[in-house]
Nanobody, 126 residues
Framework: QLRLVESGGALVQPGGSLRLSCVVSGRTLDNYNIGWFRQAPGKEREGVSCISSSGLSRNYADSVKGRFIISRDNAKNTVYLQMNSLKPDATAVYYC???????????????????WGQGTQVTVSS
C-alpha cells in the first residue's frame, strides 16, 4: 500500500513563496505519476501540477504557470512543489496524489489517481 504525506503548508503573505513536499512510503516512487491538487472551501478539487514517473513530463494549470515548479527526487521518495509569487487565490488545502504509470505522461485529472495524502493547508493573506 502506498502512503503519501504532505508537508510545508503555512500562512504566507501575498508575493511570498512556499515549498510543499510529498513523501511517499510503502513502495518506491519510480513507477508512479504524481500530481498536486488543491481544494478551496466550497470549490471542487483542481489540478495544480503533475510530473511523470521519469520526471520528463510536467504540466501546470494555467493559473500557476511560470510561478510554480514541480520536481521529484526518486532517491528520497519525495516530490516537491515550489510555489512563488503566491496570490490570495492560492489559499486551499493542497494534496498530492499518485497512480502507477511508467510512461512519459502525467495527468491533472484527479479521477485517475488511486492514492492520496491527507493534505496541507496553504493560506495566502496579509
Amino acid at each position: 500500500q502506498l502512503r503519501l504525506v504532505e508537508s510545508g503548508g503555512a500562512l504566507v503573505q501575498p508575493g511570498g513563496s512556499l515549498r510543499l513536499s510529498c513523501v511517499v512510503s510503502g513502495r518506491t516512487l519510480d513507477n508512479y505519476n504524481i500530481g498536486w491538487f488543491r481544494q478551496a472551501p466550497g470549490k471542487e478539487r483542481e489540478g495544480v501540477s503533475c510530473i511523470s514517473s521519469s520526471g520528463l513530463s510536467r504540466n501546470y494549470a494555467d493559473s500557476v504557470k511560470g510561478r510554480f515548479i514541480i520536481s521529484r527526487d526518486n532517491a528520497k521518495n519525495t516530490v516537491y512543489l515550489q510555489m512563488n509569487s503566491l496570490k490570495p487565490d492560492a489559499t486551499a488545502v493542497y494534496y498530492c496524489g499518485a497512480f502507477i504509470y511508467s510512461g512519459n505522461y502525467c495527468s491533472q485529472k484527479h479521477e485517475q489517481y488511486d492514492y492520496w495524502g491527507q493534505g496541507t493547508q496553504v493560506t495566502v493573506s496579509s
